[in-house]
């Protein structure tokens, strides 16, 4: 009787073994086709470009296919700029503050290919995107909305989530100078209170404007404001002298920069990654004054600015395309 049991057991065993390993020589799961842009808290996907006043910068978006097993034939997936989304997501976000929507990227700001094939035997590829960005005016968020586009006659599926089937990229053109600084050295006084408690932001966001110049917002003035526009400051490095210099557009703002302020350029490969270069971009010296003539209705509020700004830039050396190299 012990032999027959254990006979059954074995043969059992033999049985269960074998269809397990038959189960992995077939698919597990759908050949569905994604774009690799994980979203942020802002419902997109932030992508890094360098700034070019002429010529063309190139972003790499992966598409990728999923399964357990490869697929036996090339893929050739179709993309397309996909408004509709874009209108949804400007809504949900900002209700009628429409002076935040993002705003979609036009045609004449970048070029891509309508398909893209994955060849066979792989899982992923690239979507090739040029960007040309001159006089792009980033006060306003661009962002470019793709999506893979289905129909009966593909001879692939997209993936069933929203968000790996579309990509909302939101388009961040950069140079040597601009980013987030560290904002604690910048001093914000009520003008003629110099002595008084001064008001500090912790972070103060830099966008470009051309090779060598960034601009930011005027005091406690953030990208969320109606009227940011009207309190652009804008700076210019020059790097043989290292003199930056500020100015304004608008002339209500009564923008008044003093003195000569100067930056500088240290470079430290960090102690635990050697490979790994910290950069750190010093803009002393900053003083100017302006006014506020849209916060108060009917109200003008004048303001000093005094102090020094940081940004810290990682770079990995151990990637050659110097632009990809930037750890953000």
């Given at each position: 009787?012990?032999?027959?049991?254990?006979?059954?057991?074995?043969?059992?065993?033999?049985?269960?073994?074998?269809?397990?390993?038959d189960?992995?020589?077939?698919?597990?799961?759908e050949?569905?086709?994604?774009?690799?842009?994980p979203?942020?808290?802002?419902?997109?996907?932030?992508?890094?470009?360098?700034?070019?006043?002429?010529?063309?910068?190139?972003?790499?978006?992966?598409?990728?296919?999923?399964?357990?097993?490869?697929?036996?034939?090339d893929?050739?997936?179709?993309?397309?700029?996909?408004s509709?989304?874009?209108?949804?997501?400007?809504?949900?976000?900002?209700?009628?503050?429409?002076?935040?929507?993002?705003?979609?990227?036009?045609?004449?700001?970048?070029?891509?290919?309508?398909?893209?094939?994955?060849?066979?035997?792989?899982?992923?590829?690239?979507?090739?995107?040029?960007?040309t960005l001159?006089?792009?005016?980033?006060?306003?968020?661009?962002?470019?909305?793709?999506?893979?586009?289905?129909?009966?006659?593909?001879?692939?599926?997209?993936?069933?989530?929203?968000?790996?089937?579309?990509?909302?990229?939101?388009?961040?053109?950069f140079?040597?100078?601009?980013?987030?600084?560290s904002?604690?050295?910048?001093k914000?006084?009520?003008?003629?209170?110099?002595?008084?408690?001064?008001?500090?932001?912790?972070?103060?966001?830099?966008?470009?404007?051309?090779?060598?110049?960034?601009?930011?917002?005027?005091?406690?003035?953030?990208?969320?404001?109606?009227?940011?526009?009207?309190?652009?400051?804008?700076?210019?490095?020059?790097?043989?002298?290292?003199?930056?210099?500020?100015?304004?557009?608008?002339s209500?703002?009564?923008?008044?920069?003093?003195?000569?302020?100067?930056?500088?350029?240290?470079?430290?490969?960090?102690?635990?990654?050697?490979?790994?270069?910290?950069?750190?971009?010093?803009?002393?010296?900053?003083?100017?004054?302006?006014?506020?003539?849209?916060?108060?209705p009917?109200?003008?509020?004048?303001f000093?600015?005094?102090?020094?700004?940081?940004?810290?830039?990682?770079?990995?050396?151990?990637?050659?395309?110097?632009?990809?190299?930037?750890?953000?």
């Amino acid at each position: 009787m012990m032999k027959k049991s254990n006979l059954l057991f074995i043969l059992a065993a033999f049985i269960f073994c074998s269809a397990c390993n038959d189960e992995w020589k077939e698919e597990q799961y759908e050949h569905y086709v994604s774009f690799k842009a994980p979203i942020n808290d802002q419902g997109v996907t932030r992508i890094y470009v360098r700034y070019k006043t002429e010529g063309v910068a190139s972003y790499k978006l992966p598409l990728v296919v999923s399964g357990s097993t490869l697929y036996d034939k090339d893929i050739t997936a179709h993309v397309a700029v996909d408004s509709d989304t874009l209108e949804t997501l400007n809504f949900e976000r900002f209700q009628n503050r429409t002076d935040l929507y993002y705003r979609e990227l036009g045609s004449s700001f970048f070029t891509m290919p309508e398909n893209v094939t994955i060849p066979a035997g792989e899982i992923t590829t690239e979507l090739g995107i040029d960007f040309t960005l001159d006089e792009i005016d980033l006060a306003d968020k661009w962002v470019l909305p793709l999506t893979i586009k289905e129909d009966a006659s593909y001879d692939y599926t997209t993936n069933p989530r929203k968000n790996y089937r579309k990509a909302l990229l939101r388009v961040m053109p950069f140079n040597d100078y601009s980013g987030t600084y560290s904002g604690t050295g910048l001093k914000i006084f009520l003008r003629g209170y110099e002595n008084e408690a001064p008001i500090v932001r912790s972070e103060i966001p830099t966008y470009v404007v051309d090779e060598n110049t960034i601009f930011f917002y005027a005091g406690m003035i953030g990208e969320d404001d109606f009227y940011r526009k009207n309190y652009k400051i804008f700076a210019h490095f020059d790097e043989e002298t290292k003199i930056v210099t500020y100015t304004a557009e608008d002339s209500n703002i009564e923008f008044e920069a003093r003195g000569t302020s100067i930056f500088k350029i240290d470079e430290i490969m960090d102690d635990v990654r050697p490979y790994l270069l910290h950069r750190y971009i010093t803009i002393n010296n900053i003083d100017y004054t302006f006014t506020d003539y849209t916060t108060v209705p009917e109200k003008t509020i004048s303001f000093t600015v005094r102090g020094s700004l940081i940004m810290e830039r990682k770079i990995n050396t151990q990637v050659p395309d110097q632009d990809q190299a930037i750890e953000w």
